[in-house]
């Protein structure tokens, strides 16, 4: 079910969907992108989703509809927070295709700013390896597919400007007149979901 429609005079709130791969900077640029902005903003962070569910050991098939509900919550979450009229940026991974559909399901399309985070596939690697909190090898899997419906509103890239830079563009581009159409709307109006990522 879509995002409600508000009432008299109130409005629905704005996302921010920012998409790349783990360790493309994301979280990093959401921080930067809240400081610049004058109103007020949440951060909704995929991973913080996944840090308040405990972690039982349990088998890949029992994993793998865990992580699935995960998503699947937060996406309604983003959803029901942006209904009620709140500003959000939001941190994400559309690896999989029915995380794109599921998305493209729920949020009001003309509400949705989507920003592709680059990086490239060394630097990510690199990066990955100074974290150490990620399974080797995450992003290298992540990374031919999370932006394969190649469709966005802004692109910025990680692997050549800070996190500072890349939330000023994020920035500059707010101030403009809206997108008619947006990235989203144009990918629900084209079947996007539909046709694979």
């Not at 008299?8 to 996302?15: S, V």
């Not at 569910?53 to 994993?63: E, I, K, N, V």
């Not at 031919?144 to 692997?159: I, K, L, W």
Request: proline share 7%; aromatic share 6%; net charge negative.
């Amino acid at each position: 079910m879509p995002a409600s429609e508000p009432g008299p005079g109130e409005a629905r709130g704005r996302i921010v969907f920012l998409n790349g791969t783990s360790s493309a900077g994301k979280s990093s640029i959401a921080g930067e992108l809240v400081r610049l902005l004058d109103a007020p903003w949440f951060v909704m962070s995929a991973d913080a989703f996944h840090a308040m569910r405990s972690a039982p050991a349990m088998g890949p098939d029992r994993l793998e509809g865990v992580l699935r509900r995960t998503w699947s919550g937060f996406h309604r979450a983003v959803a029901g927070m942006a209904a009620a009229g709140n500003d959000l940026v939001v941190d994400h991974v559309l690896s999989e295709l029915w995380r794109l559909r599921d998305c493209l399901d729920l949020f009001v399309p003309e509400d949705v700013v989507l920003v592709e985070v680059r990086c490239p596939l060394p630097e990510l690697e690199r990066r990955e390896r100074l974290r150490g909190d990620r399974p080797a090898g995450l992003a290298a899997r992540q990374f031919s597919r999370v932006h394969g419906h190649g469709d966005y509103d802004v692109v910025v890239d990680s692997g050549e400007r800070s996190p500072q830079e890349c939330a000023r563009e994020i920035a500059a581009f707010l101030r403009l007149p809206p997108a008619d159409p947006t990235a989203f709307a144009r990918m629900k109006a084209g079947g996007a979901g539909e046709r694979g990522a």
